[in-house]
């Protein structure tokens, strides 16, 4: 069954204002918007579950802003509407083309956690975070602009760093731009799909061996700065893992039975097993309009992910660093590798990078001999 805490990636549009070159939407569902019953009926299905404890919705796109004030009005008002004895937090990722003072206010001021997207220093973000159109703008002003709106309000910014062709290389440009903008960062590799597996992204592509690399060379510029001023996941994730500490939160690429905690919402409600599977016709589970959301764990589809999972997991048994991964993402194994049935595409470079993590805290641990 699912788990009683789940986290809901919701699509409330797939259209956007930019044409990052590595956007991992099909092309093919660009044009679906989310109409306001959908989103009444996404509320009141989880509010109303007498299955779920806690929901964690991440209002999504596309670039979820282009909805307007309103939706989101709407939204909170239904989630308002009736008493539940759920627990919910709301969170929306976003490009900031649209995030104002009067848009940062309203959503801060209903307990909106925002996320946005940055690369690095301007060259690495803005040679791949394009303006749809071909309009002259920079994705990197426009983000850490943002960042210093929402520390205005009391947040503290944090961006999704995708890694690909163009910043692979420069992980330590990388660390000291977001430090340096006091911005945290959320590491997640290229997939390939949507715009990254056509001509414009083609040579956005990395492989394993230069993620592994990535990984291993920004976490030494964290871990050796004696006062890091950001968090950097699923670099904090993975040290609070191996020293065993209480209360660690799940990094949904390093997740036992990600299927169970988690779940994407097409704007026109089907159900898959989470954002990124958008568009795969292989994996939706069903409609928010005809399937309860817990309903989803009685599936044909979920029975294959799971029977998937024991397969790919025992198969990783053997490798010592099972407890960090449990087999990495299955979009990535889809996407990146071609095959759904195999761990993730990056397991090479995963293994390169829990080697050193551990080598070092196991360092660092050690007093030093007189």
Known sequence: MLNREVTVIVKVTNACDLQCRYCFIEPHVFHKRMSDETARRVVRALLDSDFFERVNFVWHGGEPLL????????IINEQHAQPTTVRYTNSLQTNATRLDKTMASFLVGNGFHIGLSLDGPRELTDDVRRRRGGNAFSAHATTTAAARLLRDFGRVPGAIVVVNRANVNEPEAVYRELAGQRINIQLNPLARSGLAATDLGADLGINAEE????????????????????????????????????????????????????????????????????????????????????AVAATALF?????????????????????????????????????FDEKDYYCAGYRMYFEHLLRRIHASAVPATA
């Open 67 to 74: 909805r307007g004030r309103e939706f989101y009005e709407k």
């Open 211 to 294: 993620y592994g690399d990535f990984l291993v060379r920004i976490f030494d510029v964290w871990f050796d700065d004696p006062t890091p001023p950001i968090a950097i996941e699923p670099l904090r994730h993975h040290v609070a893992r191996a020293l065993g500490l209480p209360g660690v939160v799940e990094a949904c690429h390093f997740t036992s039975h990600c299927q169970r905690s988690f779940l994407g919402i097409a704007p026109d409600g089907d159900l898959f097993p989470c954002g990124l599977f958008q568009g795969e016709r292989d994996f939706r589970y069903g409609n928010i309009h005809e399937l309860a959301p817990e």
């Open 303 to 339: 029975g294959r992910i799971e029977e998937r999972e024991r397969r790919v997991v025992a198969g990783c048994m053997d490798c010592a660093f099972i407890d960090l991964c449990y087999s990495g993402c299955m979009f990535h194994s889809l996407k990146n590798g071609g095959r």
